[in-house]
């Protein structure tokens, strides 16, 4: 079944070029618009929504920060984003024009059930994204987005995280095109950019060997930061997550632009630092300013692990090992950043010999609150 990988968590890893893929087919009609025939919430009532809240856990909330930034960039609604179990037990401000998305792989996770439970109860409409047939959560949802990852096996989430976040990509521009935010053919464009991130996913995932060569070096680590900004920072956190996950390591996720007001702190010599560097083709100064923050740590000691794009020669002086993805537009990065992260996270745990498809006091699918 491991399909002669050394694991489920590497064959899943593998299979991300295909989720990509998967979770894209399939979803336009002959003209290029986005049609979503699984979504049973009346149009109407989607161009009503004013407020979008994700509520998920762990891996699957990352997704959700990720989709933030998209979805508040192409549609202008606002999206916050909880974690399910924070969302059900304060007294969240939600309506009939409030639309929650529910995310998660397994469709079972009672924290996020609960909540959803929540949502609706007081009038909010319900969407799932969700990769598991017939579970729970889109049983109980008012409609449902499927992501086609396929059955994940390992307890460490990555295939589901990159259909998440194309599932939510598809979901948004969906939403500008039915509120008519984007013109079709601004639409058509990013659609076909990412259809074109299977390829990208699939270079990044060749170039692994040096990701686990670096890893096999660092298995006497005992703590790594991750830093990113924009949305580099939510992959920062789930590269972290992979870690603890897997290496038990202890490793945390940061806003680069937080650095100075604390975290900075935290370096000294030697301490391994991953940045996950934004494109250098954006518009703004997210790139310049990453790019001085890994000239900050690295005049304070830390050893600097560089996610960049193909070409970044700004990030040579101060990069100690730099692991490139492909060009890619700013919004989509993230699905290449993170595989270098997934990949660090299993080569380090093989190397302190643990089993990384079922990780220590961990399960696969969080049924209990
Ligand atoms: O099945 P779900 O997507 O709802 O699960 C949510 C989290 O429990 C899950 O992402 C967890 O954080 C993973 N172990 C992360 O790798």
């Known amino acids: 079944e491991k399909g002669g990988f050394e694991s489920f968590m590497d064959k899943e890893i593998h299979d991300q070029p295909q989720a990509v893929a998967d979770t894209l087919r399939g979803r336009t009609d002959a003209d290029g618009r986005i049609v979503l025939d699984d979504l049973r919430i ?6 009503s929504v004013d407020k979008i809240i994700v509520i998920a856990c762990g891996t699957a909330a990352y997704a959700g920060h990720v989709a933030k930034y ?14 399910a179990h924070e969302f059900r037990y304060r007294d969240p401000i939600v309506d009939a024009q409030t639309l929650v998305v529910a995310i998660s792989q397994s469709g079972e996770t009672m924290d996020t059930l609960m909540a959803v439970r929540h949502a609706r109860e007081q009038g909010a409409k ?73 390829r990208k996913v699939q270079t990044v995932i060749e170039r692994g060997e040096y990701v686990r060569a670096t890893a096999r070096s660092m298995k006497d680590a005992d703590k790594v930061l991750f830093l990113g900004r924009h949305v580099g920072y939510p992959v920062a956190m789930e590269g972290a997550l992979k870690l603890k996950e897997l290496a038990y390591i202890h490793a945390e996720g940061f806003a680069a632009g937080e650095l100075k007001h604390g975290p900075i702190a935290l370096i000294d010599d030697g301490q391994p630092v991953f940045v996950v560097v934004p494109s250098p083709r954006g518009r703004d100064q997210l790139h310049s300013k990453v790019v001085s923050n890994i000239q900050e740590i690295r005049a304070r000691g830390a050893r600097t692990l560089v996610i960049a794009e193909d070409g970044d020669d700004d990030v040579r002086p101060y990069a100690d090992e ?27 745990a093989t190397a302190k010999g643990l089993d990384v498809d079922q990780p220590r006091n961990l399960a696969k699918s969080v049924t209990v609150e």
């Open 322 to 348: 730099i692991f490139w993805i492909p060009k890619a537009p700013t919004l989509l990065q993230p699905l290449l950043a993170v595989v270098p992260l997934q990949i660090f996270a299993m080569a380090l």
């Open 70 to 83: 998209a979805i508040e960039h192409w549609c202008r609604i606002p999206v916050e984003v909880e974690l």
């Open 42 to 47: 009346d149009e109407a009532v989607l161009r």
């Open 126 to 198: 319900v969407l799932a994204v969700v990769n598991t047939n017939g579970s729970t959560i889109p049983r109980e949802s008012d409609a449902v987005l499927y992501t086609h990852a396929g059955p994940e096996i390992a307890v460490a989430s990555t295939k589901a995280f990159l259909a998440q976040i194309t599932a939510a990509y598809v979901l948004g521009l969906y939403l500008a095109q039915l509120r008519g935010n984007k013109f079709p053919d601004e639409i058509a464009t990013t659609l076909d950019e990412l259809r074109d991130m299977a």
